[in-house]
């Protein structure tokens, strides 16, 4: 039976044998096929889910909630280069917490080039973050030797992979990314050191009840933390990315964003200036703190 349409040179349809068409037709049809074919590969490339995400966190910060629904380990979907600290070293940092019950997982780092894995993490995640630095492990040297040293190459890159002794499901956050400031204050010493610049300060760091105390407004300040002092009721009010903070001088408590907590060290006036516990109001902020007992320096890291 013929075919016509208007714009469009005649053409044969056999009803056995299909479209007879022209030789121009023919390599137009072959050219559409062939650009639709392009397309479908380009859109599958951009949008398959086989394609690793990869997230540079010497500037980028990554969030990933999980899921482990049994005792099988995950493989997470993307892979991180790590950034630097301050001496040019590789490190990843990691921000953890709970989304529903708290749980236990085990945080395991793989090189992306070689499958190995170069370090495992056991977390105890609760609905308050914690932090966890991925940057120094030992290394076998030999069969009878191993070495202290940086676990992570600056030119390479890591996957992760979790699971759970727990049963499953649970349900957390991870938030891989770089520190904003690293701040330490060392005992009896009136010098405070922010991101490498040494300042000064009117009242050293001190153990008072085998606690560490700091000056409070040297440390949020550095934090870059708002600070008010209500002297009626001998408190102390400090905000910083919407997280607000109270400490009254001589209770053992903080009360952060309206929810009270109690602390085991009170804060305290010294020399007229406001001395508060180190780690319970690092952890308010939700920076990591570290106690080097050799050199009784505290260094708070803000994530």
Not at 83 to 105: F, L, M, R, T
Not at 134 to 144: H, K
Not at 209 to 234: C, H, Q, Y
Request: hydrophobic residues 40%.
């Amino acid at each position: 039976m013929n075919f016509k349409q208007k714009g469009i040179r005649e053409c044969k349809l056999d009803v056995q044998k299909g479209i007879k068409m022209t030789p121009v037709k023919k390599y137009l049809s072959v050219f559409a096929a062939s650009s639709i074919l392009l397309v479908s590969c380009f859109i599958n490339f951009c949008f398959s889910e086989d394609i690793e995400k990869k997230f540079d966190l010497s500037s980028e910060v990554y969030s990933y909630e999980y899921t482990i629904p049994d005792d099988k380990p995950v493989n997470l979907d993307f892979s991180v280069i790590p950034a630097k600290d301050n001496q040019g070293n590789a490190v990843i940092y990691v921000k953890y917490a709970a989304v529903s019950d708290e749980h236990n997982i085990t945080l395991e780092v793989i090189d992306s080039s070689s499958g190995a894995v170069v370090s495992s993490h056991d977390i105890h995640a609760e609905s308050t973050p914690g932090f966890l630095r991925i940057q120094y492990g030992w290394v076998a040297e030999s069969e009878d030797s191993a070495i202290y040293k940086n676990i992570l190459n600056a030119d390479s890159s890591y996957k992760f992979r979790i699971s759970t002794n727990a049963g499953g499901p649970v349900n957390g956050i991870l938030t891989f990314c770089n520190v904003l400031n690293v701040i330490k204050l060392t005992v009896d010493s009136d010098k405070i050191i922010i991101n490498d610049n040494v300042s000064t300060i009117d009242v050293p760091a001190q153990i008072i009840n085998n606690r560490t105390m700091v000056p409070l407004r040297a440390i949020f300040e550095a934090l870059g933390a708002s600070v008010e002092w209500d002297d009626s009721t001998k408190t102390v009010n400090a905000e910083k990315d919407g997280i607000k903070i109270s400490l009254e001088i001589g209770k053992r408590e903080i009360v952060v964003d309206g929810v009270s907590k109690t602390i085991d060290a009170y804060a305290k006036i010294v020399d007229s200036r406001t001395l508060v516990p180190v780690r319970a109001i690092a952890e308010a902020f939700e920076c990591d703190v570290e106690w080097d007992d050799t050199s009784k320096t505290v260094t708070i890291t803000e994530i």
